[in-house]
């Protein structure tokens, strides 16, 4: 009898397919996450009753009238956790958006620049490196006064030097190739350069660790209205709503568990949306090989 010999590679090309369809299938589940976290701080406080109302029962269980029981004020918590999704999408999607369009604008402007300007801004960035980027929105926001405004601004600088860095050593990389040398030669401004060849190349990694940092803000929101320089009271907000619910965790643990879970599942389906984005937007792909390729004019195959 003659021996079978199996390919090596099959096992591998099946394990890679496995992989490639659980990393889908979690992409797939973070966009459904965020597309329903998004729907729910659009249309949440509109449909939970009114979620500062106080009644009688105090820190009931959940029941057929109080589907996540009442706290300790005898507010209902499913109307408040209705309306505190609200400040949690809204601070971490904004915050995260100008983060990423200020930190790529510096990240650019640094890497075309050069000189001076360049050194200026990338050492002003190095020293917002040096702290931690929540400590960082603590203190702005400590500055600016409690309130939504004040972190959103506080969680969108805090995350801006990390984008600048990134966008600069991109940009940097793409100022140095060779069709940017021909395109300087043939004519082009710093201008047309950046917009038709810099800030296109850049774009994919950039959306795909912008939305990572989406999650990290959310995380961040939550922290500081835990520690109460966010939203004031009674404002329902998951963040704040912790913070109350731990003094009666062992009492009312449904104070405690549903904001919770609303922060945990915020955070997921964004940290799973860049997943997604990653693998739409194939940074390090085939596709992106070929679309790098063409731009660069070294891509082979029929014309």
Do not use: C
């Amino acid at each position: 009898m003659s021996d079978v010999v199996i390919d090596p590679a099959i096992p591998e090309a099946a394990a890679t397919g496995q992989t490639r369809g659980a990393s889908a299938l979690a992409g797939r589940v973070g966009l459904v996450l965020a597309v329903g976290l998004v729907i729910l701080a659009l249309l949440g406080p509109l449909l939970a009753p009114d979620p500062t109302a106080m009644t009688d029962g105090l820190l009931t269980g959940p029941s057929g009238g109080h589907l996540f029981g009442t706290d300790n004020y005898g507010r209902d918590v499913f109307a408040r956790w209705l309306a505190g999704a609200r400040p949690l999408v809204v601070v971490g999607w904004i915050s995260a958006i100008g983060a990423v369009l200020i930190g790529t604008l510096l990240g650019v402007v640094a890497a075309a620049v050069r000189g001076l300007a360049s050194s200026a801004i990338m050492r002003a960035v190095d020293v917002m490196l040096a702290f931690p980027s929540l400590l960082l929105a603590m203190a702005l926001v400590a500055a600016l006064g409690n309130g939504l405004p004040s972190i959103t601004i506080g969680i969108g600088v805090a995350y801006v030097p990390q984008i600048a860095r990134m966008a600069y050593g991109l940009a940097q990389s793409v100022l140095v190739s060779a069709y940017v040398e021909q395109a300087y030669h043939a004519g082009a401004s710093t201008w047309t350069v950046l917009k038709r060849h810099v800030v296109p190349n850049i774009a994919a990694p950039v959306v795909v660790f912008g939305t990572s940092i989406v999650g990290w803000a959310m995380l961040a929101a939550a922290t500081l209205n835990f520690l109460g320089l966010g939203t004031n009271p009674p404002t329902p907000d998951w963040g704040a709503d912790l913070r109350l619910g731990g003094q009666y965790l062992y009492q009312a643990w449904w104070m405690s568990v549903f904001p919770g879970v609303g922060v945990m599942a915020a955070v997921l389906s964004a940290n799973l949306l860049g997943d997604f984005a990653a693998r739409h937007l194939d940074i390090r792909g085939p596709r992106s090989q070929r679309r790098r390729q063409r731009a660069t004019g070294t891509g082979g195959g029929n014309r």
